[in-house]
């Protein structure tokens, strides 16, 4: 299935570093979706973006900074990021921003900050 | 009492076994219901939406009870294939849903 795809799968980075995670929906959608899975935790909503435009940020830290250039393509930079921040990063879309439309998930970026 | 709390499992049962699964919601403003799967090291995917009249799908049914806050999903005759990590997942008068920490299933042969 290639309805919302996500590069890289894996990430190793360095405090340091600094990185970015991609996404892109072939579905046609209007809103986008950055969360947060980390072991024995829940999914975690850090952004949200209507039409390319934010309409959440989830008390994010900055050292994670969203990019939403069309409703299509959504990016995650990365900069001196923490151990504990380490965790499956998952884009997701849905057709329109409400609660009761289906969530259609990509295949996470699993990151590794060491 | 959390957002959303499900049963934390594991649960193992054999292959044709009935196993149901339970979750509760604190927010009794919630609009929309949904149990998403999650197989190992994949996303999370919808599995069905859950109505306040019961919806069934196939070996699949859910329930609601709103005046409850309580949500089940049962799984029929199961198969090696359902075994995954199950979202109880609910949905606010907002956009934003609302994810349960999920339960392990495994289906032993």
């Known amino acids: 299935e290639t309805g919302v795809t996500q590069t890289p799968r894996h990430l190793v980075m360095g405090m340091t570093n600094k990185k970015s995670l991609k996404c892109e929906q072939h579905l046609g959608h209007n809103a986008m979706y950055w969360y947060k899975q980390s072991a024995k935790k829940p999914l975690e909503l850090m952004f949200v973006y209507n039409f390319k435009e934010q309409t959440e940020n989830n008390s994010v830290p900055s050292r994670f900074s969203p990019e939403c250039p069309n409703s299509s393509h959504l990016f995650l930079h990365l900069h001196t990021l923490q151990p504990e921040d380490s965790a499956l990063y998952l884009c997701?879309?849905?057709?329109?921003?409400?609660?009761?439309?289906?969530?259609?998930f990509g295949p996470g970026t699993r990151l590794l900050v060491l | 009492r959390k957002e959303v709390e499900q049963d934390p499992g594991p649960f193992n049962v054999p292959e044709g076994a009935t196993v149901a699964f339970n979750c509760t919601y604190s927010?009794?403003?919630?609009?929309?219901f949904f149990w998403y799967r999650q197989d190992c090291r994949k996303e999370p995917k919808l599995l069905m939406s859950?109505?306040?009249s019961g919806n069934e799908d196939g070996r699949f049914t859910a329930q609601l009870n709103r005046a409850s806050q309580y949500i089940s999903l049962l799984i029929r005759d199961s198969k090696l294939s359902d075994s995954a990590t199950y979202l109880c997942?609910?949905?606010?008068?907002?956009?934003?849903?609302?994810f349960g920490k999920g339960t392990l299933l495994t289906v032993n042969p």
């Open positions: 859950v109505y306040s």
């Open positions: 997701a879309s849905s057709g329109r921003l409400a609660s009761e439309e289906t969530q259609y």
């Open positions: 997942v609910v949905g606010g008068s907002n956009y934003k849903l609302t």
């Open positions: 927010n009794s403003a919630s609009q929309s």
